[in-house]
């Protein structure tokens, strides 16, 4: 989790992020890679799901990120779940948007 992605790469990474940011970023970065697959980010806050959004991963190694824009209510506990095609979890990262 971070504040935002420069040259493909993460910057500002914690886990509790300002309400005054605007947006908080998922970067995941996988390796190996096998073969062409998809990933998924899935957003949620205060344990309700928010959006999820599809990533292409391609072989060897693969970088990938997503972004979720914050509101004035979205405060409190989140978490991103990382996932395959078929639901399995491979992660899970949990944060907090405070004032």
């Known amino acids: 989790m971070c504040e935002g992605i ?19 970023y998922c970067f995941t970065d996988f390796e190996p890679v096998p073969e062409k697959a998809v990933i998924y980010h899935k957003w949620f806050s205060r344990d309700k799901f928010r959006t999820e959004v599809k990533l292409p991963v ?8 997503s972004k979720i824009r914050l509101l004035k ?15 399995i979890i491979f992660q899970t990262l949990r944060f907090s948007v405070t004032d």
């Open 73 to 87: 209510g979205d405060k409190g506990p989140w978490r991103v779940e990382i996932t395959d095609q078929q639901g």
């Open 6 to 24: 420069k040259d493909h790469r993460p910057y500002d990474e914690t886990f509790v992020f300002s309400i005054r940011l605007g947006s908080i």
């Open 58 to 65: 391609k072989p060897s190694r693969w970088s990938t990120f």
